[in-house]
């Protein structure tokens, strides 16, 4: 067999990735059906890859395997239950949270939550979470005064 130079082992990788590039754009709609029925089928595994993406993006620990992803029937933070329709996401939806995001995806600092209590958590901590609140509060009495409504009567 012989052997290829330096210029031919990288004409023949470049020839290959655009092969590869040319196949998925010819056939992008099949294979993003195919990913979407994975992610379906396969939850939990879809989860932690992508998990796993975030932790390698973001420069965090990344200690965790399926064994570790407990889905609970409701959401620990909002009390709504969690389920996913159709492969897509919506508030219902499991989410992996850091508990304290610099330490990464391991065992004792995730948990599963819904979707919407993950989006609304964020990034901030329990003391800003506290004067959001207590602002949202203070405004919604000022805006209770105008109309002459109790806050109870809002939703």
């Not at 975030?54 to 389920?83: H, Q, S, W």
């Not at 996913?84 to 499991?94: A, E, H, L, Q, V």
């Not at 989006?119 to 959001?132: F, P, V, W, Y």
Request: hydrophobic share 30%; aromatic share 8%.
């Amino acid at each position: 067999m012989k052997k290829l130079s330096d210029v031919e082992r990288e004409e023949s990788r470049k020839h290959r990735k655009e092969w590869e590039q040319n196949r998925y754009l010819s056939r992008r709609d099949e294979f993003r059906k195919k990913q979407r029925e994975y992610e379906h089928t396969h939850l939990l595994h879809s989860a932690l890859r992508k998990a796993k993406v975030r932790a390698k993006k973001f420069l965090v620990p990344f200690a965790i395997t399926v064994n570790d992803i407990v889905i609970p029937e409701y959401c620990p933070v909002l009390g709504i239950p969690i389920f996913r329709i159709d492969g897509k996401y919506s508030d219902n939806s499991p989410s992996i949270d850091r508990l304290i995001p610099s330490l990464g995806y391991t065992r004792n600092n995730i948990r599963i939550i819904s979707y919407r209590a993950n989006r609304l958590k964020g990034d901030g901590t329990a003391e800003e979470h506290r004067h959001i609140a207590e602002w949202m509060e203070k405004e919604r009495g000022k805006e209770s005064e105008k109309m002459g409504t109790s806050g109870s009567e809002r939703n």
